[in-house]
């Protein structure tokens, strides 16, 4: 189970009671984002209106596909942790865009694409201050989730071992899961076809490492996404 605050960062119904303007209780992350809550109630995007509608399953789906990868492929234990605690945070960055990016149904045009990708450095630099180890991750996670292995991605045009492996491992997880999921300028996936378009860029956009390990969990991945286990079975 996640801890409910990173669901709060997206979904606004679960802040904590307020009195006085101020959170009753709140822990240190709360304390970084309540800033970036405020400033959004009054004329930036809201964290519920950000990207996807069943963006706390997302995100949730996510952190756990993103731990069967790290423990596939040998990280220690408390990296692993560290990776599905920081791992709900990758988008923070959205936060930053306008509503009528993140919600379009049709194609975004050059311009939108531009400013939609701006996420992932709006999202760095909302995490950099932090100093704990998990918002260290977060910010590797927010900042690299989007380099590819080949080195096509952006903002930095990383590839293989330059991109954070954080990063790497949330990539797969982050893409498998909105494949099959319906969004505003698509329908969902099949779950046969999103894992085979996770096998199929293996070494080009994603880490074959990673990819590897994304394949030996297959049963446990599928099952969250309400798939049967069986890849084989579709002819993979
Ligand atoms: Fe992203």
């Known amino acids: 189970m996640l801890p409910t605050f990173w669901l709060c960062a997206r979904r606004r119904c679960n802040w904590p009671i307020v009195r006085n303007g101020w959170p009753a209780r709140w822990s240190a992350p709360q304390r970084i984002f309540w800033p970036v809550r405020k400033k959004s109630s009054i004329g930036s995007p809201a964290p519920s209106n950000i990207g996807d509608g069943d963006t706390g399953e997302h995100v949730s789906r996510v952190a756990q596909i993103s731990q069967l990868i790290a423990e596939g492929i040998g990280l220690p234990q408390e990296r692993c942790r560290m990776i ?47 100093t704990s180890e998990l918002i260290r991750t977060a910010e590797l996670i927010a900042q690299s989730h989007h380099e590819r292995w080949d080195g096509t991605g952006y903002p930095d045009r990383l590839s293989g071992a330059d991109i954070p492996v954080e990063a790497r491992i949330v990539a797969i997880a982050d893409v498998f899961d909105a494949l099959c999921s319906e969004r505003p300028y698509k329908a969902a996936w099949t779950v046969e076809a999103a894992y085979a378009e996770i096998v199929r860029c293996g070494g080009s956009h994603f880490d074959p490492a990673c990819v590897a390990a994304f ?18 079975a579709a002819g993979f």
Do not use: C
């Open 84 to 130: 599905y605690l920081a791992a709900p945070l990758h988008d923070i960055g959205k936060i930053g865009i306008a509503d009528a990016i993140l919600s379009k149904p049709g194609k975004l045009t050059a311009e939108e694409f531009a400013r939609m990708q701006e996420h992932v450095t709006i999202g760095a630099r909302i995490l950099e201050r932090g």
């Open 215 to 232: 394949r030996a969990n297959w049963p446990e991945i599928s099952a969250l996404v309400g798939g049967d286990g069986l890849p084989q």
